[in-house]
């Protein structure tokens, strides 16, 4: 008969893999649901993740962006090399130290990024009107727990 840690570390494990398939359907849903309408620009999802990296703190060396995202400095170059060329995001090197280079959001990048959230905040509003206000902070709190755990 199994000890009640081990039970317990088991119905642990069954939670986070359920909680991780939750996580990646939703992130999926948000992701293809309504983009054809909103894909004047085809983007990936990096990309995407880019612009609103972008959106939140600008502008941001190549650096700052790879550290942000997670990712390395190459990949974070050639992503945005590839928005450079579709115009959505422009660069600029430091008056001082011509090395390091600024990626700021052009005018086209912003409206794009601003419309795609704007679109979201929308689509999840009326999802989240039909939770009690409570639940919300609730689940808010939680999220950013979980968050600041895995920052660490």
């Known amino acids: 008969m199994p000890k009640e840690s081990e ?13 991780i ?3 990646l359907h939703i992130m999926r849903n948000l992701r293809h649901s309504g983009m054809e309408l909103l894909s004047e620009v085809e983007l990936s ?7 609103y990296a972008l959106l939140e703190n600008e502008p941001c060396s190549i650096s700052e962006l790879s550290q942000r995202l997670r990712i390395t400095q190459g990949v974070v170059s050639r992503m945005v090399e590839r928005l450079v060329e579709k115009g959505i995001v422009e660069r600029t090197r430091d008056k001082e130290d011509r090395r390091v280079v600024y990626v700021s959001l052009s005018q ?6 601003e419309k795609m ?5 929308d689509r999840l509003k009326r999802k989240f009107l039909k939770v009690k206000k409570a639940d919300r902070e609730s689940f808010l709190k939680l999220l ?3 968050d600041s755990q895995l920052e660490e």
């Open 45 to 51: 999802y990096p990309q995407i993740l880019l612009l």
């Open 144 to 146: 950013r727990e979980i």
């Open 117 to 121: 959230i704007t679109y979201h905040v």
């Open 21 to 23: 398939m939750v996580i």
């Open 7 to 19: 039970r317990n570390e088991r119905e642990v494990d069954e939670y986070i893999s359920q909680v």
């Open 108 to 113: 086209k990048g912003r409206d794009h990024a």
